[in-house]
């Protein structure tokens, strides 16, 4: 069977920021978000969104060279923001703390998860992000598992209801 997925038109950065604010509204610590897209897609922009949505105050930047970056949260914990872009191999993977990040003791949110393919196997939510013109990017999200089916019901309902106006 197909899994559910969801898609729309983001069509200026600060509605990029304004979608991952939908989503961290609404994120719980086990949560794992799968961010796909190529470079400059606009995953770390969603982040931004996202972690602080989650309620951080933090500044997010990307965690390319230290592939993970844990944000406190005012109520709710941490949250992850893995990038797994510039990891060599599965040793260097295996080195870098992600099965920590995992353990579900804070939200996860995976710049190129497909260089881990355990992850995949994993209960989750992918969000695929397409340039679609300067300014314009295609997102797509995908539930794997049934928590991710409510969180994607849950972000559209949100988005749907004025989130993005
Ligand atoms: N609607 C949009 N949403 C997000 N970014 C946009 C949008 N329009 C233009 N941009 C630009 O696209 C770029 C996105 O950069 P960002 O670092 O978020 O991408 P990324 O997917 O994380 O890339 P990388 O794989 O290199 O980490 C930025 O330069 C941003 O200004
Ligand atoms: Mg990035």
Redesign the pocket.
């Known amino acids: 069977m197909q899994e559910p997925s969801q898609t729309y038109i983001?069509?200026?950065?600060s509605?990029?920021i304004t979608f991952g604010r939908c989503i961290g509204a609404l994120l719980q610590q086990t949560d794992l978000v799968l961010l796909s897209?190529?470079?400059?897609?606009?995953?770390?922009?969603?982040t931004k969104g996202i972690i602080a949505g989650m309620g951080s105050s933090d500044t997010v930047t990307?965690p390319?060279y230290i592939f993970i970056n844990e944000y406190r949260l005012a109520s709710r914990g941490v949250a992850f923001h893995v990038?797994l872009?510039r990891v060599e191999d599965s040793r260097e993977l295996a080195s870098i703390g992600l099965d920590d990040a995992l353990m579900g003791h804070g939200a996860c949110i995976i710049?190129?998860p497909e260089r881990d393919p355990m992850l995949k196997n994993m209960p989750h939510l992918a969000i695929t992000?397409t340039v679609q013109s300067?300014?314009?990017?295609l997102v797509t999200m995908q539930s794997h598992g049934p928590r991710a089916t409510t969180l994607m019901a849950a972000i559209n309902a949100r988005w749907q209801n004025g989130a993005h106006a």
């Open positions: 983001l069509s200026e950065i509605q990029t897209g190529g470079l400059g897609a606009g995953k770390t922009h969603l990307s390319t990038d872009y710049e190129w992000l300067d300014h314009t990017r």
